[in-house]
T-cell receptor, first 112, second 113 residues
Framework: DADVTQTPRNRITKTGKRIMLECSQT?????MYWYRQDPGLGLRLIYY???????NKGEISDGYSVSRQAQAKFSLSLESAIPNQTALYFC???????????FGPGTRLTVT | AQSVTQLDSQVPVFEEAPVELRCNYS??????LFWYVQYPNQGLQLLLK??????LVKGINGFEAEFNKSQTSFHLRKPSVHISDTAEYFC???????????FGAGTRLAVHP
């Protein structure tokens, strides 16, 4: 089984809809991250969490929210999707001191 | 603030030629540095990382990178590229002070026959 899983892998939704992207990990890491990838911009950090009660905004958190339901689960929500949120989204975990990092396979989201 | 700059957005090269992909970082504290590769329609794969010790780091697929603290650089090199190296490459830094992994904008390597 993969260390980090993301569901769904692909999603097409309409403007204004609420959507949730889910991430689960089996590494036992406390630190989890959500990134979005856009051509020419690399990966930009949306939110990150150091444990269930510690949630932090990244560079581009506007329009997004997150929930850390358990150590192993970190969900990203778009409350009202807009077309410029069309992107590839990655979840990642990190072990102590960044010596171990694991990325999920990505979720391709298209907002029409 | 922590940031990563990849100096070339695209690098075209012929097969079997050497290649260097450039990366500069900024951080007021010590950092760990990483290179990732993303093949078309795939996720991220770690190529190599610098945590401490020797400044020359060897990774998978024949790639290596050199950490240069005075120039705040971590350039990626390969002496002879293959068509299969065509991909996007990302440099990233992690700073304990910020507890975040920050990525550069990426360099698209195109290897031509």
């Amino acid at each position: 089984d993969a260390d980090v899983t993301q569901t769904p892998r692909n999603r097409i939704t309409k403007t204004g809809k609420r959507i949730m992207l889910e991430c689960s990990q089996t590494k036992g890491h406390d630190r989890m991250y959500w990134y979005r990838q856009d051509p020419g911009l690399g990966l930009r950090l949306i939110y990150y969490s150091f444990d269930v009660k510690d949630i932090n905004k990244g560079e581009i958190s506007d329009g997004y929210s997150v929930s850390r339901q358990a150590q192993a689960k970190f969900s990203l929500s778009l409350e009202s999707a807009i077309p410029n949120q069309t992107a590839l989204y990655f979840c990642a975990t990190m072990g102590e001191g960044a010596r171990e990092q694991y990325f999920g396979p990505g979720t391709r989201l298209t907002v029409t | 603030a922590q940031s990563v700059t990849q100096l070339d957005s695209q690098v075209p090269v012929f097969e079997e030629a050497p290649v260097e992909l450039r990366c500069n970082y900024s951080s007021s504290v010590s950092v760990y540095l990483f290179w990732y590769v993303q093949y078309p329609n795939q996720g991220l794969q770690l190529l190599l990382k610098y945590l401490s010790g020797s400044t020359l780091v060897k990774g998978i697929n024949g790639f290596e990178a050199e950490f240069n603290k005075s120039q705040t650089s971590f350039h990626l090199r390969k002496p002879s590229v293959h068509i299969s190296d065509t991909a996007e490459y990302f440099c990233a830094s992690y700073s304990g002070g910020y507890n975040k992994l920050i990525f550069g904008a990426g360099t698209r390597l195109a290897v031509h026959p």
